[in-house]
């Protein structure tokens, strides 16, 4: 027993000699505030967060959750009935606050300027965007707290009362 | 949903047959067991792994260990079994993991 534990030691040890990776390391959310969507005119904007699609009707700071694992990341795009237009990837990886403000589209590419800031740094004046809408959705996990609870609840209780049921069986 | 759930059909996928191997006498049983034991800690695994600053590998450590009890309990054979056949399944599991998603376990 005591050869098998310090094997198991010993294994999960070698993992540790994975590097170059993004790690189990604790990072900050961050924002990014999407402004002057009017200018996309007949474009919708979308993020796409995992599998969730959110239209952007109005400027918005949009919340990436930090992952402790692999980046977080979403895409943007602007669509309209023609079709999108190349789509842009962000990331939480980079710890900084991020400001896209549009300026208008052509040639099917989003025209807009992006400014990069520090997570310490003061929000950019989110207080201005009109009809600003907040998203913070605490990533798809959070969503999925309730869920993925109920399911080891339920497990275990089927664990449960298999055990019963094989205890009864043996018995007869 | 799908695709967090994704994870938990290729941890099934990857560790059922380890277990079926060894349990090869039980398999019907095992694949009720493996599942169960799997929907019990993944779901736990995943949320601990997001929410908290808990190691991955003591976080694997505590699966191992609950589901060479569950093979104990559920399956014939000793401890020292359980716990070999637990550890191979969730390595296998956590290698492909850490390999697919590009994560460290630093």
């Given at each position: 027993?005591?050869?098998?534990?310090?094997?198991?030691?010993?294994?999960?040890?070698?993992?540790?000699?994975?590097?170059?990776?993004?790690?189990?390391?604790?990072?900050?959310?961050?924002?990014?505030?999407?402004?002057?969507?009017?200018?996309?005119?007949?474009?919708?904007?979308?993020?796409?967060?995992?599998?969730?699609?959110?239209?952007?009707?109005?400027?918005?700071?949009?919340?990436?959750?930090?992952?402790?694992?692999?980046?977080?990341?979403?895409?943007?795009?602007?669509?309209?009935?023609?079709?999108?237009?190349?789509?842009?990837?962000?990331?939480?990886?980079?710890?900084?606050?991020?400001?896209?403000?549009?300026?208008?589209?052509?040639?099917?590419?989003?025209?807009?300027?992006?400014?990069?800031?520090?997570?310490?740094?003061?929000?950019?004046?989110?207080?201005?965007?009109?009809?600003?809408?907040?998203?913070?959705?605490?990533?798809?996990?959070?969503?999925?707290?309730?869920?993925?609870?109920?399911?080891?609840?339920?497990a275990l209780l089927a664990l449960v009362l298999l055990f019963i049921y094989y205890k009864r069986k043996?018995?007869? | 949903?799908?695709?967090?759930?994704?994870?938990?059909?290729?941890?099934?996928?990857?560790?059922?047959?380890?277990?079926?191997?060894?349990?090869?006498?039980?398999?019907?049983k095992?694949?009720i067991i493996?599942f169960l034991l799997?929907?019990?800690?993944?779901?736990?695994?995943?949320?601990?792994?997001?929410?908290?600053?808990?190691?991955?590998?003591?976080?694997?450590?505590?699966?191992?260990?609950?589901?060479?009890?569950g093979?104990?309990i559920f399956?014939?054979?000793?401890?020292?079994?359980?716990?070999?056949?637990?550890?191979?399944?969730?390595?296998?599991?956590?290698?492909?993991?850490?390999?697919?998603?590009?994560?460290?376990?630093?």
């Open positions: 027993m005591k050869k098998l534990l310090l094997f198991l030691l010993l294994f999960f040890c070698m993992f540790t000699a994975i590097a170059d990776m993004p790690g189990h390391i604790y990072r900050e959310p961050v924002n990014v505030q999407f402004k002057n969507i009017v200018s996309l005119g007949e474009y919708h904007l979308y993020i796409s967060d995992y599998d969730t699609l959110i239209e952007i009707k109005s400027d918005t700071t949009y919340i990436i959750t930090a992952s402790q694992g692999s980046p977080h990341c979403v895409i943007f795009f602007a669509k309209n009935n023609k079709g999108e237009t190349d789509s842009m990837n962000l990331c939480e990886y980079d710890q900084q606050n991020t400001v896209i403000e549009f300026n208008g589209i052509a040639e099917n590419k989003m025209i807009f300027t992006q400014i990069s800031l520090s997570l310490g740094h003061a929000s950019e004046d989110t207080s201005r965007d009109i009809n600003s809408q907040k998203i913070n959705d605490e990533s798809f996990f959070a969503k999925n707290t309730t869920l993925c609870i109920s399911l080891s609840i339920a043996n018995r007869t | 949903m799908m695709a967090m759930f994704q994870y938990f059909f290729y941890t099934l996928l990857m560790e059922l047959p380890v277990v079926t191997v060894f349990y090869s006498n039980e398999w019907k095992i694949l493996g799997n929907l019990f800690t993944w779901p736990l695994l995943t949320l601990l792994y997001f929410y908290t600053d808990i190691h991955l590998l003591f976080l694997e450590l505590g699966v191992l260990i609950i589901e060479a009890i093979f104990r399956l014939v054979g000793s401890l020292k079994k359980a716990l070999l056949v637990s550890f191979l399944a969730n390595s296998l599991s956590l290698f492909v993991a850490v390999l697919l998603n590009g994560i460290s376990i630093l």
